[in-house]
């Protein structure tokens, strides 16, 4: 099937969850700078970022535009895990990825995942779902980030994987905490006229 969109991601969660709805991308990840502004809420946050790697990657491929075909819609995405109104990024460090499991440990938060989709027009969707965690122990959570799993996800958990056995419920969007909102994505996509079902 000849790629729908461009998706300014290197994630490959995303594309296996685009690619369950049938929606063949076509890969350009772009680096940003995700620091967190004075007083920015994370609903701002999340939409600003999703937002400024959609523009990033428009302008990319403007820039080197023999390659891609740049007609296509560019798709992006940021999610954030919040408690309390602390937007947890990924974690820099083994330390840093411990406490912050640690105080979600026993706690409900939120997981914000914004969209940003650049076509005709530029569209953009909000998820927010409520993840509740059990109470885990020290020892757990030194052993799972030994798995190397929370590397390198925001919260330091990928409920797709091994921080699924720490999930207690989750009241929202399954995929949006996985990193992309499947419902909200074919709403966008919708809009640009790529009708996932017929």
Known sequence: MSAQIILASASPRRRELLAQINVT????????D?????????????????AEKSALCASALNTKCAI???????LAADTAVVLDDWIM?????????????????????????????????HWQAVSVTEVSFRNLTESEIVAYWHTGE????AGSYAIQGLGSLFVESIT???????????FETAQL???????LLI
Not at 34 to 50: F, G, S
Not at 68 to 73: E, G, K, Q, V
Not at 150 to 153: A, I, L, N, R
Not at 189 to 195: D, V
């Open 25 to 32: 991308p076509i890969i350009h990840p772009v680096d940003l």
């Open 34 to 50: 995700e620091t967190i502004l004075p007083d920015e809420k994370p609903l701002e946050y999340v939409q600003r970022l999703a």
């Open 68 to 74: 891609l075909n740049t007609s296509l819609p560019i």
């Open 89 to 121: 990024g990924k974690p820099k460090n083994q330390e840093d990825g411990i406490a912050m499991l640690t105080h979600l440990s026993g706690r409900t938060h939120q997981v914000y995942t914004a969209l940003s989709l650049r076509g005709k027009q």
């Open 150 to 153: 929370p590397e390198g996800k």
């Open 172 to 182: 929202g969007s399954h995929s949006g905490v996985m990193g992309l909102p499947l």
């Open 189 to 195: 996509l919708a809009k640009q006229g790529i009708n």
